[in-house]
């Protein structure tokens, strides 16, 4: 019997730091829910709106393999390996922190608002050696499809990291139904609504709206709008 | 009443980002070390509410360093901390107390 938790757009932890606003699904900085600490070994999801200009400054991070995904707008990011890189709307990075890394984040257009995803997930291995990447999706191919962009291979479609995770996006017309075969035995997913409305195993998904789903090796999925997008974590449900 | 919170971790700059936001914090007592020695000598001079391991250290080290600072103080919480001192921080020390 499949088990679900759900969790609403408006039940999320905020933070409007001005120049940031921020949602969280899950407890972070000041925000402490005992009952929102982690979906299995999703621990972040974090929807950030930055100001023009503005950011994070050099910060570090270890042992936690963070995934940036841009809504809108452009980030600048560099690290403490080396790396100097835009990030725009339509392109994934990921940093597995390992040991230890240093980066800033800031928007990069001082006239555009920026809104990104930031997920974090437990690492399956600890202290490895940092590594960052990033790509450029091919958004075409995510109509009515959930398209891949983050797995646990380096071969495999999308940006890989130290965890048995699979991340998808879709972007689906109105009516559109399918199901989403969950990809590891004991893997659950968190479904995050970016736009739209959708229905996930009956239960009905408005914009940033959360749900969970376990105990089960698939979920239904039915888009009620023309503008549904979907992002889908599949995660293990077990901590390491 | 201060929490006092012992963290080791490997890597300097983490070490000290912990130091800053740990002891940003009235209620806390931060003290931040790389060694185990160091963690070690501090357990037997003072009492510590709550371990934190951070970053850079591997398991044989880990657990010794587990057992000397439980042998020192039984029942001590040891726990991993993970993000580097980031925004994970008070949702772990809050869920460990």
């Known amino acids: 019997m499949s088990q679900f938790i759900l969790h609403k757009e408006n039940t999320r932890g905020h933070a409007n730091h001005g120049w940031l606003d921020a949602h969280h699904s899950f407890s972070f900085a000041n925000y402490y829910n005992p ?43 560099k690290d403490s390996m080396g790396n100097s890189a835009v990030i725009k709307n339509g392109e994934i990075q990921v940093m597995s922190a ?56 380096a071969d495999d479609a999308g940006v890989w990291i130290q965890q048995d995770a699979w991340f998808s996006l879709g972007k689906f017309d109105e009516g559109f139904e399918t199901a989403y075969k969950i990809k590891k035995a004991g893997n659950g997913v968190y479904a995050f609504v970016i736009n739209g409305e959708v229905t996930i195993n009956g239960q009905v998904l408005s914009k940033r709206d959360g749900l969970g789903v376990w105990d089960t090796d698939s979920i239904s999925f039915k888009a009620n709008t023309a503008d549904a997008e979907v992002l889908l974590m599949d995660v293990p449900m077990e901590l390491n | ?9 490997r890597d300097t700059e983490i070490t000290a980002v912990m130091n800053r936001l740990l002891n940003a914090r009235p209620e806390w007592k931060g003290l931040c070390v790389c060694k185990n020695e160091e963690a070690i000598f501090i357990c037997k001079e003072q009492h510590v509410d709550l371990v934190l391991l951070g970053n850079g250290i591997d398991p044989d080290s880990e657990t010794e360093l587990k057992n000397k600072l439980l042998a020192l103080q039984p029942g001590l919480k040891i726990i991993q901390h993970y993000g580097g001192g980031s925004g994970l921080l008070y949702g772990e020390v809050m869920s460990a107390l």
Do not use: C
Not at chain 1, 55 to 62: I, K, R, Y
Not at chain 1, 113 to 130: A, E, M
Not at chain 1, 131 to 151: E, W
């Open chain 1, 35 to 77: 009952e929102r600490m982690h979906f299995g070994v999703l621990r972040v999801l974090n929807d950030d709106s930055i100001d023009g200009g503005m950011g994070f400054g050099s910060h570090p991070h270890d042992n936690m393999e963070i995934i940036t995904i841009p809504l809108a707008g452009a980030i600048a990011h």
């Open chain 1, 98 to 153: 390992g040991t230890g890394v240093s980066h800033s984040e800031f928007n990069a257009n001082a006239d555009e608002q920026l809104n990104l995803l930031q997920i974090w997930l437990f690492p399956n291995k600890k202290n490895v050696t940092p590594r960052y990447d990033q790509q450029t999706l091919d958004v075409a191919a995510r109509h009515n499809n959930f398209q891949q962009i983050l797995s646990p291979n």
């Open chain 2, 1 to 9: 009443m201060q929490t006092t919170i012992l963290y080791i971790g």
